[in-house]
């Protein structure tokens, strides 16, 4: 997505927030190929690291992964820049565990037919494909420890704290303790003023919308958008947030 937006070829993207900072200062999986016409219009939700494994299983904690057959996500995607992160600011890598490069659906069949033992998840939650696993199969989330969380934001200033509710799929009893990760819409930096303005107030004034196609839409929010956005704004959506009174940090003005 970003290397879509880099080039023309979108006029508009969502990414997350560690994707989005790495390719505009261009480090980390972006050094040599720096997206420095980024902007963005707002931080849409966050997306929630969600480790799964059967609820038969023997794995308790991220360091129980030692050994087992885990779906770190699709190739490339935020899924497993999230994972890798969070394992290796933990001490634990690749060599650690046999990896699968597995899309959502393919993970939660694999977990499903015992193919693998675990699997990584970056998304919005609730997601589908962990609701019909836990529909079929006794599930269980894995939690990460404060210590786990504290290493996972040194090596992502991004990360936050997140907790999954209780009963938001089949058979999890309790609240578990994960990261979150922004969604940034994003654009290039060449968008119309106006529509960029057009296409913020769209957003922020029909989000009760997408609210009722999605609850993680709840999180849509001007508070949130100057709260968790790694770039800097696009002058058609300062336009919009000054319009309604917000106060916008200097770090996201171009």
């Known amino acids: ?88 600011s933990n001490g634990i890598s690749y060599e650690d565990f ?4 597995l899309n959502f659906n393919e993970t939660a069949d694999a977990i499903r037919d015992g193919d693998i033992d675990a699997g990584f998840w970056s998304v919005g939650p609730p997601t589908s494909s962990i609701l019909n696993l836990a529909a079929t199969r006794d599930i269980r989330l894995i939690s990460l420890s404060d210590e786990e969380i504290a290493n996972a934001q040194e090596e992502e200033a991004v990360f936050a704290p997140y907790e999954l509710a209780a009963g938001m799929y089949d058979g999890m009893d309790e609240a578990v303790q994960t990261i979150g990760i922004p969604n940034v819409l994003v654009v290039n930096a060449e968008m119309d003023e106006e529509l960029a303005y057009q296409l913020t107030q769209l957003l922020f004034e029909h989000t009760d919308e997408l609210i009722a196609v999605h609850p993680a839409a709840n999180d849509t929010t001007i508070e949130f958008t100057m709260n968790s956005t790694p770039v800097p704004l696009h002058p058609g959506a300062i336009r919009y947030f000054e319009e309604m009174d917000v106060e916008i940090p200097d770090r996201l003005r171009p």
């Open 1 to 88: 997505n970003m290397g879509l937006i880099m080039r023309g070829d979108a006029d508009l993207a969502t990414a997350l927030a560690d994707t989005v900072y790495q390719a505009y200062t261009g480090t980390d999986d972006f050094e040599g190929r720096q997206v420095e016409n980024t902007r963005a219009l707002a931080s849409l939700y966050p997306n929630a690291v969600q480790l799964v494994t059967l609820a038969e299983s023997d794995i308790q904690s991220i360091n129980d992964l030692a050994g087992k057959r885990v779906s770190v996500g699709a190739p490339g995607s935020g899924t497993e820049l999230n994972a890798r992160a969070v394992l290796e």
């Open 98 to 101: 046999t990896p699968q490069r």
